[in-house]
Structures are given as structure tokens and as C-alpha cells.
């Protein structure tokens, strides 16, 4: 199997345990905890925005105060988990669109968080991330060509993605620290692997298709889907 199918499962996995995940909470209701202690725990594996929410967790959308953008958000026992979209084009002349999606995780509790990378899908395709550096100063001549440099790409020269944190292709079992009352921003890119991402008409163009990814903190799965023209064009 392919790394691309087995990234597709994983999405497909999550997707299937939150409908067990929320049978399971119904069931719950007619059983005692302790007789089925791991109905518990697999009910509480993951949050999917927009879907229903178990008592203690919410999913809202926000705009931005001072973009007006749109901002999806995940909160659960003091953990809030807020995401943006951004596309732009590869570079002038050149066909096809990065995809950069930005989380940033605010640790509102008394313990540190453990944020790691999960997995991403454009319309059924899987999106691997690029690897991405500061600078390719000091890279080897054979590496340098597979390497974007974030200050390439507008969405992050604009401030819309963070410069400072960021997964990579490289380093994707890198973790991140969140201490106790901070919060952090991530943000990550891919190229959309569809020929033909986008759609265009009199109003102007549009991605097309559904953006998903979660990312895990703390050993839950935070799941955030956007669509197509929710999406924000943060090229030039």
C-alpha cells in the first residue's frame, strides 16, 4: 500500500470512529461506566468540527477582528484549538496551488500539551506535507531542489501562517511543547495533488472540493474540514 492510500485510511478510520464514537455515547447512557470502562475512552478519541460535540467540548466558527477571516475552533477541558486556511499559486506561470492550513492551540490548563502532526486530504486525494525550511543556506546542492523556503511562498510572508513553528516532510514525528497558559501557533503547506484544483467564474476563482486534517494533542485528535470557497487566497 502506497504511503498516499495509507494516509487516505487513517482519514477514512477517524471519519468511521466518530459515528462508533457517538453510538457509543447513546449507549453509555443505559450502562453503568464501570461495566464498560473501554466504550469511555474510544468515545473521547477524536473531535470533528461541525459535528455534534460530546457536554464538555464546543465547535464554533469565528471571524477574525482584525482580517475578518474565518476561523474554525475546537474547545475541550481548557484545551481551545482554533484553524485557517490559506491557498495560493505555486509561483507565476507555474499550474497547480499550495495549500497552507494553520492551527493554533491555546493550553488554557496547569499541564503542558503535547501537540504532533496527524494527516491531511484534499478531496479524497491524500496531501502530503512539503518540506520547508527558514533558508536553504547551508543545505546540500542534492536536497535544496525538494526544499521550499517559507519566505518563497506569500501566505507566510504576509504573517497569515507562522515562520516560527511548522511541520515539515522531514520532521514529521517532530512534537511540540505548549506550557501551561500560552498558546501556539502551527502551520503546515501542501500542494493541492489534483491537476485541476480550482474553478473560476465572472466573481473570480475558487479552490473546489473539502480540506481535511487533524492534528493531536495530548493523544486526542482534533479534526477540522473546510471547504472549498471557505478558504482564503492569501497569494499576491
Known amino acids: 500500500m ?29 450502562f453503568p461506566q464501570n461495566e464498560n470502562p473501554d466504550f469511555k475512552v474510544s ?11 460530546p457536554d464538555n467540548s464546543t465547535s464554533s466558527m469565528v471571524l477574525d477582528p482584525l482580517t475578518g477571516r474565518m ?17 495560493e ?7 497547480g496551488k499550495l495549500l497552507n492550513y494553520t492551527t493554533t ?11 504532533r502532526y496527524g494527516a491531511a486530504s484534499v478531496a479524497g486525494h491524500a496531501a502530503l506535507p512539503l518540506r520547508v525550511a527558514s533558508t536553504k543556506k547551508g543545505l546540500p546542492k542534492r536536497v535544496r531542489q525538494d526544499v521550499w523556503q517559507l519566505s518563497t511562498m506569500h501566505c507566510f510572508r504576509t504573517g497569515f501562517a507562522s515562520t516560527e513553528n511548522y511541520f515539515s516532510a522531514d520532521a514529521l514525528s517532530k512534537s511540540f511543547i505548549v506550557r501551561p497558559q500560552t498558546a501556539m501557533t502551527i502551520s503546515a503547506v501542501t500542494k493541492d495533488p489534483r491537476s485541476y484544483p ?10 473546489t472540493g473539502a480540506f481535511r486534517y487533524y492534528i493531536t494533542v495530548n493523544g486526542k485528535d482534533y479534526v477540522f474540514i473546510w471547504s472549498g470557497p471557505s478558504m482564503v487566497y492569501c497569494g499576491e
Open 71 to 87: 476561523i474554525h475552533r475546537l474547545s475541550q477541558d481548557g484545551i481551545e484549538v482554533s484553524s485557517r486556511m490559506g491557498y
Open 43 to 53: 468515545a473521547r478519541s477524536a473531535l470533528v468540527w461541525d459535528e455534534n460535540m
Open 2 to 30: 502506497t504511503a498516499s492510500a495509507v494516509i487516505e485510511v487513517i482519514i477514512e478510520w477517524k471519519a468511521a470512529q466518530l459515528f462508533v464514537a457517538l453510538f457509543l455515547i447513546l449507549t453509555m447512557k443505559a
Open 89 to 95: 499559486r505555486v509561483g507565476r506561470g507555474e499550474a
Open 198 to 207: 480550482g474553478r473560476c467564474s465572472l466573481e473570480g476563482c475558487q479552490i
Open 105 to 115: 492551540i491555546a493550553n488554557n490548563t496547569n499541564s503542558d500539551l503535547t501537540v
